[in-house]
């Protein structure tokens, strides 16, 4: 089947930086990539859409200056979070589609911002 | 935002026993797919079913959908240890560009 990467798994970061989550697809090309968050015990919010060489589509409430998402490539999609902060520690989670309506999953990466 | 209710928000059961467990939604999909997530992991795709479609199987897996009732049912049957996980029904609506809402999701343990 077809297999989602991210990096890194985990990240803890102090208040005030950056930290930036890589997505990759790895056997086949990703058209579309989504962005989601989950907070414990809760389920996935997705955050953002992206297509490859456009601009990501933010749900509604998500800051884009604040979650920037790139996707330069068929297989590489990247999530920023700037100016972390405790609130922002959460478990995130990208998908990725091809030519199916089937979405494949990374592992997650769970930041925690002290 | 959440679309899906699903029901039950928890359910535990022994070993060999059948799991099922249901989803509602509100909107117009063109998909309705289930998902499995272990603690703290990502998640690994069940099985998709259309909604042309009222009826799948894969190995241990049923699930059905009734798009008269907005609904959708997952069953495990001859349930094993290794299923207890979370399980998530997500919708892909109708001209949304292959997003999923998510539901709430159902804790199955599953005890040996």
């Known amino acids: 089947g077809a297999v989602v990467s991210q990096h890194p798994s985990r990240v803890i970061c102090k208040s005030g930086t950056s930290v930036k989550i890589e997505c990759r697809s790895l056997d086949f090309q990703a058209t579309t990539m989504f962005w989601y968050r989950q907070f414990p015990k809760q389920s996935l919010m997705l955050m953002a859409t992206s297509n490859e060489g456009s601009k990501a589509t933010y749900e509604q409430g998500v800051e884009k200056d604040k979650f920037l998402i790139n996707h330069a490539s068929l297989t590489l999609s990247t999530l920023t979070v700037t100016s972390a902060h405790p609130e922002d520690s959460s478990f995130y989670i990208c998908?990725?589609?091809?030519?199916?309506?089937?979405?494949?999953f990374g592992p997650g990466t769970r930041l925690t911002v002290l | 935002s959440q679309q899906g209710e699903e029901d039950p928000q928890a359910l535990s059961i022994q070993e060999g026993e059948n799991a099922t467990m249901n989803c509602s939604y509100k909107?117009?999909?063109?998909?309705l797919q289930w998902y499995r997530q272990n603690s703290g992991r990502g998640l690994v795709h069940l099985i998709l079913i259309r909604s042309n479609e009222r009826e799948k199987h894969s190995g241990r897996l049923r699930v059905t959908l009734d798009t008269s009732k907005k609904s959708s049912s997952l069953l495990i049957t001859a349930s094993r240890a290794a299923d207890t996980a979370s399980y998530f029904c997500?919708?892909?609506?109708?001209?949304?560009?292959?997003?999923?809402?998510f539901g709430a999701g159902t804790q199955v343990v599953v005890t040996p």
């Open positions: 997500a919708t892909g609506e109708t001209d949304s560009w292959g997003k999923l809402q």
């Open positions: 998908s990725a589609s091809g030519i199916t309506d089937t979405q494949y």
């Open positions: 909107t117009s999909i063109n998909n």
